[in-house]
């Protein structure tokens, strides 16, 4: 199954924030349990001075290699 249009531009995204170093860990809190979850975003300036993070990818917080097996 190929990559999605979507997933390739938040990648992009991501690769651009990193490089750029407009990139961040965040800890947030997810809505249905609370619970805290570690985020990638990219720090986007916005034009009153304050920062918009926007969220690209989560962590594991398990083995990812127990988890996922590539799609060929």
Known sequence: ???S???RA????L???VCAG????????TLGSGESVSVIC???PTSGGEVELVPLA???RENPYELLQ???
């Open 22 to 29: 407009d990139a961040a860990l965040v800890a947030f809190a």
């Open 1 to 3: 199954m190929p990559l």
């Open 58 to 60: 989560q962590l594991f």
């Open 42 to 44: 990219a720090v986007q």
């Open 5 to 7: 249009a979507g997933d």
């Open 10 to 13: 938040n990648f992009d995204t």
């Open 70 to 72: 590539p799609l060929n």
């Open 15 to 17: 690769l651009r924030a």
